[in-house]
């Protein structure tokens, strides 16, 4: 079992500039927000803020939000980290982010923020795990329950104001993707990397090709 440092840490962070955004204005402030790094579609586009493709993960709309954010990653981070070490977890961790975010700038024009695209990604983590290891009792039992539970909350975002759905879509492809990079060994693993990439490269690639339809706003 390994110590699931970065996981304390990511909980921190979030923790900390929540603080800081109430400090500054409010967490709920579409200003403050902006100020943190929240999506912002034309800022992306118009002003070439990248950033804002991963900073919203650490962000946090109200104490709610923030609350059950932290207590999923607190439990589920520890669970992942502590099976694929931290620096795995990571780029599991991030990746999903900026799929999630990628998905929330393709295909909503709503500024968001929060790490729910992260955390849908840990949960595609015990799907692709499934796939991976089909022999594996507890992969089999935990990809179940959390396909279960992907599934139940996709379905209560469609019906649910101010949930950036997209956002979580893309989150679980980015932790499916990610996990099928990292997840194999020998020849097995190097198709399931060819695959991963490849993926990853036609979607990221749609996505910054449209690119310019919201530059056109701009220029």
Do not use: C
């Not at 118009?46 to 990653?73: A, C, D, K, M």
């Not at 190097?190 to 990221?204: D, E, F, M, P, Q």
């Amino acid at each position: 079992m390994r110590k699931p440092y970065a996981t304390y840490a990511l909980v921190t962070v979030q923790v900390l500039l929540f603080i800081g955004m109430e400090v500054v204005g409010s967490s709920r402030g579409m200003n403050t927000l902006l100020l943190f790094g929240a999506k912002d579609n034309l800022l992306i586009a118009g002003y070439h803020q990248y950033f804002r493709l991963i900073t919203p993960v650490f962000l946090h709309i109200g104490f709610t939000h923030l609350l059950l954010n932290s207590v999923t990653l607190w439990y589920l981070g520890r669970e992942v980290e502590s099976l694929i070490g931290s620096w795995k977890f990571l780029f599991v961790y991030f990746y999903s982010a900026l799929m999630g975010n990628l998905f929330s700038y393709q295909f909503s024009p709503s500024l968001s923020a929060g790490a729910s695209t992260a955390l849908f990604g840990l949960f595609a983590f015990f799907l692709a795990m499934r796939r991976l290891y089909p022999h594996s009792r507890y992969y089999q039992v935990m990809g179940a329950q959390y396909q279960v539970l992907i599934l139940m909350n996709i379905a209560m975002n469609l019906f649910s104001s101010g949930i950036d759905v997209w956002g979580h879509l893309g989150g679980v492809v980015g932790g499916f993707l990610a996990t099928l990079f990292i997840g194999t060994q020998g020849k097995q693993g190097r198709a399931y990397k060819g695959l991963s990439l490849g993926v990853s490269a036609v979607i990221i690639g749609i996505i910054l090709a449209n690119h310019g339809y919201y530059n056109t706003l701009f220029h």
